[in-house]
């Protein structure tokens, strides 16, 4: 079956630990996301791709990094200078500027 | 001024009844418009993209209004499994604004 696999669904987090969050997708889409969602708000965008070995800074891209080394993977490490990492993390991914699909997300916990 | 806006509800509507709500978007060159229903703590699935001519997909109506830059989704014959909140995504380019988001309740 194609679609986007997130991974872990749940994540907990030390502060001043740096995590990755896993994102891999088999629907041959070129371009990738990387959401956060907090309660009762939009999502909002932390970076995103368009093609291999390329992507670029969303609205909030502070204190995380990305890599895209591979079509399928697009994996987000939230670094101990996002200062509030606690929220839904969302990976989506479309064809062009087309729609988006998302995958099930990780929720970050920091203790 | 957010870039999307919706109105938060919740709207709480008797099964069978219709439901409708708007969101406006402040882009005037945004190209392509969807709606996205989200699940509590599930991530968005899309539910329709919306035409500039409008769109039906079997119970749900999709209106754009480019003029006044608002987008509409209306939901006929609510049915229990409606409940979720309908997300307003606006398209531009390769990026997606998305509402906050309204919630929509149907009670049997």
């Known amino acids: 079956d194609g679609g986007i696999t997130q991974s872990p669904k749940y994540l907990f987090r030390k502060e001043g630990q740096n995590v990755t969050l896993s994102c891999e997708q088999n629907?041959?889409?070129?371009?990738m996301y990387w959401y956060r969602q907090d309660p009762g708000q939009g999502l909002r965008l932390i970076y995103y791709s368009q093609i291999v070995n390329d992507f670029q800074k969303g609205d909030i891209a502070e204190g995380y990094s990305v890599s895209r080394e591979k079509k399928e993977s697009f994996p987000l490490t939230v670094t101990s200078a996002q200062k509030n990492p606690t929220a839904f993390y969302l990976c989506?991914?479309?064809?062009?500027?087309?729609?988006?699909?998302f995958g099930p997300g990780t929720r970050l916990t920091v203790l | 001024r957010k870039e999307v806006e919706q109105d938060p509800g919740p709207f709480n509507v008797p099964e069978g009844a219709t439901v409708a709500f708007n969101c406006t978007y402040s882009?005037?060159?945004?190209?392509?418009f969807f709606w996205y229903r989200q699940d509590c703590r599930k991530e968005p699935k899309l539910l329709m993209s919306v035409y500039s001519s409008g769109n039906e997909d079997g119970r749900f109506t999709a209106q754009l209004n480019r003029a006044s830059q608002y987008i509409s989704l209306l939901i006929r014959d609510s049915k229990l499994s409606d409940s979720a909140t309908y997300l307003c995504?606006?398209?531009?380019?390769?990026?997606?604004?998305f509402g906050a988001g309204t919630t929509v309740t149907v009670r049997a």
């Open positions: 989506a991914s479309s064809m062009e500027a087309h729609e988006q699909f």
């Open positions: 995504v606006v398209n531009d380019d390769y990026k997606l604004s």
């Open positions: 882009n005037s060159a945004s190209q392509s």
């Open positions: 629907l041959n889409h070129d371009a």
